[in-house]
């Protein structure tokens, strides 16, 4: 796995209680509430003589006071440990303890506002003792408060909330108060040291890192949840961006329609935290006398009141530099407390040498950079200055290792945390240079713990994409079917529940879009022959520039595709029979090609004679013209040969034909009075390979017809104004003194059937009065013509019959009145001679009597008695007089 070393990202360290640890005697403040203190010499060595360091230590909380437990005391004749009650050598002193008066429990008083002890400790330069060991230990004057917090999204079982990158976490406080909680005020310190007054506060994490978040209770006196300095209330742990390195396609530009491989490579990356990152970038260094140039690193990360201990606590300081004179230079590093280890003193033996490659040339342009890396490591034999030499003006001091002017062991007794300056004074005109980058090395024994963490991987993944045509683990292949820019998706999902995406990208070229060209013909049925197989390169061009693109024949789609043993004399070539060779089109700047096959045909043509076509001239509009579909004609003209082979074309002259000119535009509808028609047929991959032909369009006269007198008929039951009638009695009027085997004749209702000789009347048919249209057609030739005459259907007179006979022979056997179901509302009633009612109907349930009676004693017993009975018929028609008459029965 890959480290993640965020050089640039100072991870927020709170004041935090030092746990455990042991306080040496030196020069220092130091912030806690445990601990063991001795003299110089540790719990286990002497002092040393002429010692005098000054060492004060505090609680974290400002109710607290400083309680100083003494275990064991020891100190030689003339040595002296002064104890004074506060933050520094001016507070009140508490006592001076000498030989084995020991101080034994140091307590901070009442007064002291600050709750510190500060310790001074002096020796002399005789004799040296056991010093002391004692406990340190703060005295809570405070109630207890417990903090605790709810986070959003919420901490996984180990406490730690996981988050991606630019999310925003949401806190809600609350605490509880073992005496009162009266007066009480919160506020979150966020990771950024953003003080939030209440109960609830957001933050939103950018970047991978590792940030604390704490929850502070302060009643009125000043006490306060006690957990600040011993843990954090939340713990946040941000994604860390894979590592998408390998990731990437096989070829990075293809051709359209080939395929190429991506691999797909992830790695999870380690985040860890710096303690001190370096600073990078380019910066100027000023010319001039006495001009200073700082920059500062904010080192974090130390224990909180960790001092500097020993020399070999500072592995190296580096410095990526260049400047025309280093004679001119002042460089040195100074600590937190403002301690300072010089590198390089002014004035010094530099003279003409130069730091780097820098251009002594007034331009102020940056030269190139050497790496001077200041240790005392043993790699270090010399200082920068005492490695001058004697050489020429402007020879670059070597990059390397050098020792500093000054010891590292200045710094002992230095604050760890805080910024470190490196300064460096240009003390003479003219000559200025350029810092690169530069930084500070800690031995890695002394830096804790600063924290790392790597995400776990969930799931890789390639997105899915219609182009990927095979998958093999992590190994897509892909085939592109848009020109341009085919981008795929990488993703890569961590336990964190972030999901990353490397985008790969390939570029496609255009694609070449040849045609399949026409066959070559050779007209004739066999023998040798010689062809240009350059005739079809604009065909196979479609449109591409032929400046861009090469096209080359070969006799196999292996060489075509290879590009070897091209045909030599492609203008001149000589064949024999069918033949196909490739043709090769190559775009010249990306070297992508497309082969397509070229056909040389032998082939010959055949124009089969086709009948005259005829038409009749609309007898509605006796012009002459009619539209003819030339095409109707193509199948018996092309005979056996494919109608996508060949190719019909119709003209008005044989010239015309011949020379495949002046075509007939619109053959499906010629408007014509009759003419000849000129048919070339030609090969449709070689038009000058063809054969012509004729045939006739004729336009028809339409025969003569007669007028036919109107014709009337009584309306039949039911009365609905029509009635069925033979027309076939006009024929004679219609044909005028033609022959009726020469012509065919039909009656119909409408114009449009009889145009079409669409449905004729039958004899049987039932036709409504009005217009009726009679057709004639030449049977020679199909050419119809039309007239009409009236149908006229009337109502007629009711007749009402004297007698029937019921006796089921089908002649008569009802009382049958033809006409009366034209009266709406006619009711009929029959009587026996004696005036009793045998039989009634009406209109609306009509049926005509059959000798059964329906009325009366014997209504339904049977076939009434021979003989003579009466009826009335009531028509109920203003315009009708009712009928009353008789009618006789017999069998």
């Known amino acids: 796995m890959k480290n993640f070393i965020l050089s640039c990202i100072s991870i927020l360290f709170f004041t935090v209680v030092v746990t455990a640890q042991e306080f040496a005697m030196t020069d220092g403040n130091f912030t806690t509430c445990s601990g063991s203190f001795t003299d110089s010499g540790g719990l286990t060595g002497d002092y040393t003589n002429s010692e005098d360091a000054i060492i004060t230590f505090c609680s974290p909380f400002v109710t607290d006071d400083m309680q100083v437990t003494f275990n064991s005391f020891a100190l030689a004749s003339g040595d002296i440990l002064f104890v004074y009650d506060g933050d520094d050598t001016s507070a009140p002193l508490i006592g001076v303890y000498l030989g084995a008066n020991s101080p034994g429990i140091v307590l901070a008083s009442a007064g002291n506002t600050s709750g510190c002890i500060t310790f001074r400790f002096r020796s002399d330069s005789s004799n040296v003792g056991a010093g002391w060991e004692a406990t340190v230990a703060c005295i809570d004057n405070c109630q207890t408060i417990t903090s605790s917090v709810v986070a959003v999204p919420a901490p996984d079982v180990d406490n730690i909330i996981r988050i991606c990158q630019g999310e925003t976490v949401n806190f809600t406080g609350s605490a509880n108060f073992s005496v009162d909680s009266s007066g009480a005020t919160y506020e979150f310190v966020l990771s950024d040291g953003t003080r939030v007054n209440g109960l609830t506060a957001s933050e939103t994490y950018p970047g991978p890192g590792i940030y604390r978040v704490d929850f502070v209770a302060t009643d009125p006196t000043g006490c306060r949840d006690r957990s600040i300095g011993e843990s954090s209330d939340v713990l946040i742990q941000v994604s860390t961006t894979p590592d998408f390195t390998g990731t990437q396609a096989a070829d990075t530009s293809i051709c359209f329609g080939e395929s190429t491989d991506i691999t797909g490579m992830v790695e999870t990356t380690e985040f860890f935290a710096d303690v001190a990152p370096p ?176 995400p776990g991987e969930v799931t890789e993944e390639w997105e899915a994409n219609p182009a990927i045509t095979a998958t093999n683990g992590n190994v897509i292949t892909v085939t592109p079917t848009t020109a341009g820019q085919n981008c795929y998706n990488f993703s890569f999902t961590d336990n964190f529940g972030c999901t990353y995406v490397e985008t790969v990208c390939i570029d496609v070229a255009a694609e070449i879009t040849a045609a399949s060209p026409n066959d070559i013909i050779v007209c004739q049925s066999s023998g040798a022959a010689t062809v240009d197989l350059t005739l079809r390169d604009l065909q196979i061009l479609n449109g591409l520039d032929p400046t861009l693109y090469t096209l080359s024949v070969y006799n196999s789609l292996q060489n075509a595709s290879d590009a070897i043993n091209a045909i030599a004399a492609p203008t001149t070539y000589s064949v024999g029979a069918d033949e196909t060779v490739f043709v090769r089109v190559e775009e010249a700047a990306t070297g992508c090609f497309e082969v397509v096959e070229l056909d040389v045909l032998y082939s010959t043509t055949a124009y089969n004679a086709a009948p005259n076509l005829q038409a009749c001239d609309d007898p509605t509009n006796l012009d002459g013209m009619e539209f003819f579909d030339l095409t109707s004609q193509e199948a018996i003209i092309l005979g056996s040969q494919s109608a996508t082979a060949y190719t019909v074309e119709y003209f008005l002259t044989q010239g015309d034909a011949a020379a495949n000119t002046n075509e007939i535009t619109t053959p499906e509808a010629f408007e014509s009075m009759g003419e000849t028609i000129y048919v070339r047929v030609s090969n449709s991959q070689d038009a000058d390979c063809f054969a012509t032909g004729t045939f006739d369009v004729i336009v028809n006269d339409p025969p003569s017809i007669g007028t036919a007198p109107d014709v009337t008929a009584c309306d039949q039951s039911p009365i609905d104004g029509a009635t069925s009638f033979d027309f076939t009695a006009n024929d004679a009027a219609i044909l005028n003194g033609q022959s009726a085997a020469a012509y065919a004749v039909s009656y119909h209702t409408n114009q449009s059937d009889a145009a079409s000789g669409s449905n004729p009347i039958s004899a049987s048919t039932a036709v409504s009065g009005g217009a009726i249209y009679a057709r004639i057609v030449d049977n020679a030739n199909g050419c119809y013509n039309t007239s009409t005459f009236n149908f006229i259907v009337e109502t007629c007179e009711v007749v009402v019959p004297e007698g029937f006979s019921p006796n089921n022979d089908g002649i008569n056997d009802t009382f049958s009145i033809p006409g009366i179901d034209q009266f709406a509302n006619f009711e009929l009633k029959i009587f026996n001679r004696l005036g009793a009612v045998v039989y009634e109907t009406r209109a609306s349930n009509y049926v005509e009597f059959a000798g059964i009676p329906n009325s009366g004693l014997n209504s339904g017993d049977g076939l009434l008695p021979t003989g003579t009975y009466f009826y009335v018929i009531k028509f109920n028609d203003p315009d009708t007089a009712d009928v009353a008459s008789w009618v006789y029965i017999n069998y």
């Open 279 to 454: 600073i990078t970038g380019q910066t100027f260094l000023p010319d001039g006398s006495g001009v200073a140039y700082q920059t500062c690193i904010d080192v974090s990360g130390f224990n909180v009141g960790t001092t500097f201990q020993s020399a070999s606590d500072l592995v190296s300081v580096f410095i990526n530099m260049e400047h025309s004179y280093m004679g001119d230079l002042d460089i040195t590093l100074t600590a937190p407390d403002g301690t300072q280890v010089n590198f390089l003193n002014y004035p010094n033996s530099g003279g003409g040498r130069f730091l780097g490659q820098a251009l002594d040339d007034g331009s102020n342009i940056p030269g190139v950079g050497f790496l001077y890396n200041f240790t005392e490591a043993g790699t270090a034999t010399a200082t920068l200055d005492g490695s001058t030499g004697a050489v020429a003006f402007g020879t670059p001091m070597p990059a390397g290792d050098y020792l500093p002017e000054d010891p590292f062991a200045n710094f002992i007794g230095t604050p760890l945390n805080g910024l470190w300056c490196l300064d460096i004074i240009d003390n003479l005109a003219i000559d200025n240079g350029y810092i690169f980058e530069w930084g500070i090395n800690f031995n890695p024994a002394i830096i804790p713990t600063a924290g790392s963490y790597e």
